[in-house]
């Protein structure tokens, strides 16, 4: 019993970064219409800051200050004014992709800025990591962690009232129903929307700062987890209560203490459920989560209109002064690969391989965005799946009865398709 406590009550301050998290997503969705992946950067680049500047020698009061409230809310209002603010609230496919890119720049950024050196965990903004400061039913917690829970707690609060309670918050939520309604109101939806931003942005930097001392080395693929478990919080406060939110994301601190408590360390199970569990989380309360239905809820404007009963067709028969370009341009084509595979260095062609597998995996995302208007982010994924299954059945299958007794490989590609494309039905499904 005591250890269940004690895995569980660790969970919950360890949560407390997981909540943060969430209410900056709630709070930038609600009062922008923008789901920002690039949360996760911008707690890295907090925490990041926050480490190099006590590491400097200059105090951690300051350093926090700076890190959150200066520089937080500038990469926030940054992102607005450049991208997200020139991109249409109903565009959500571009809102999307400029996220993702600022979730993979902004770290290699910070990293240019500071150095390569991966940064030393920092010293926590209150109290000390490992004292155990106080004893509940026999299970120490730290003063480390009761600050941190402390801090969550008031912040979400501050933002409680902000969103619920100020004029601030009114005008907030009505700009993501409809900016142009705001403007006519008299109210500037620009400096409505640039405020949401630096407020989210602060949040951001918050979970980054208390989330810091608790990891050695400091790397930007932690905090990606930390953001998926803060978009599972989100999820399953529906993107409406903050409350909600909040406790779902303390939540969920609960249930990964107790997985990695009671999981043998250093095994494969461990390895496999930490970096699985936030997003199987994540995918189940999508799927099955009700709100989530009238969160995005965009209803199809030709929704009561029936398809014609007869389909025109278009003649796309080549005309003949077309067949001379095509041919030549299938030729240079076709001479340029063979003078590439006959001329080319080892080391260029496999660069050249590696281009048109990467092109390869861009083409699929064209070809499902094109055909059904979503936008996955899973196509690499699914190549990574290709790739594993070809590389176990040349390893370990050995009953093929060409070659070398191993698979060959173009007989473990089709493979590794055919597996990939079994995936991908059943995610779409």
């Known amino acids: 019993m005591t ?6 009550l660790h969970g919950v301050f360890g949560g407390c ?4 998290i969430a209410l900056g997503i709630v709070l930038t969705y609600r009062a922008t219409g923008v789901f920002n992946f690039a949360f996760a950067a911008q707690a890295f680049a907090a925490a990041v800051l926050y480490a190099e500047m006590v590491a400097n020698g200059i105090s951690i009061t300051t350093s926090a200050l700076v890190a959150i409230v200066v520089v937080s809310p500038a990469i926030g209002l940054v992102g607005d004014l450049v991208f997200f603010s020139r991109i249409r609230r109903d565009d959500l496919t571009s809102s999307v992709v400029v996220s993702l ?8 950024v910070i990293q240019l800025a500071v150095g390569t050196a991966t940064p030393s965990a920092p010293p926590p903004v209150v109290g000390s990591l490992w004292d155990p400061s106080w004893s509940i039913d026999a299970v120490q917690v730290s003063s480390y962690q009761a600050a941190t829970l402390g801090i969550s707690l008031a912040a979400m609060v501050v933002v409680g009232v902000l969103f619920r309670f100020t ?4 005008e907030m939520r009505a700009s993501v129903e409809s900016t142009r309604l705001l403007q006519l109101s008299g109210v500037n939806s620009t400096v409505v ?12 930097g918050l979970a980054g700062v208390l989330y810091a001392p608790s990891q050695y080395p400091i790397e930007a693929n932690n905090f990606w987890i930390l953001f998926v478990l803060g978009v599972a ?11 909600g939110v909040f406790s779902a994301g303390i939540g969920l601190g609960v249930v990964t203490g107790l997985l990695q408590g009671y999981i043998v360390e250093s095994s494969t199970w461990q390895t496999v459920l930490n970096e699985s569990v936030p997003y199987l ?14 969160v995005a809820d965009r209803r199809d404007p030709l929704a009561g209109v029936d398809p014609p009963t007869e389909v025109a067709t278009q003649n796309t028969r080549r005309t003949a002064g077309s067949w001379p370009l095509a041919i030549a341009g299938w030729l240079a084509l076709g001479v340029a690969g063979i003078g590439a595979l006959v001329l080319a260095r080892p080391t260029t062609l496999l660069t050249l391989s590696l281009g048109m597998a990467t092109a390869t995996i861009m083409l699929s995302i064209t070809l499902v965005t094109g055909l059904s208007g979503q936008l996955s982010l899973s196509q690499v994924a699914f190549a990574g799946v290709g790739a594993f299954t070809c590389a176990a059945l040349h390893a370990k299958v050995g009953w093929w009865p060409l070659g070398d007794g191993h698979v060959p490989f173009f007989a473990g590609a089709l493979g590794g398709g055919l597996v990939a494309a079994m995936v991908g039905a059943l995610v779409a499904l």
């Open 167 to 170: 004029r601030l918050g009114l």
């Open 233 to 243: 919080a989100a999820v399953a406060g529906g993107f409406t209560s903050l409350l």
């Open 17 to 20: 970064p997981y909540a943060l």
């Open 281 to 294: 989380l994540l995918a189940v309360l999508v799927v099955v989560h009700p709100s989530l239905r009238e």
């Open 193 to 204: 929307t640039a405020a949401a931003w630096a407020v989210s942005s602060m949040l951001a």
């Open 3 to 8: 250890e269940f406590l004690t895995f569980g």
């Open 101 to 108: 890119t600022l979730f993979v720049a902004l770290p290699e």
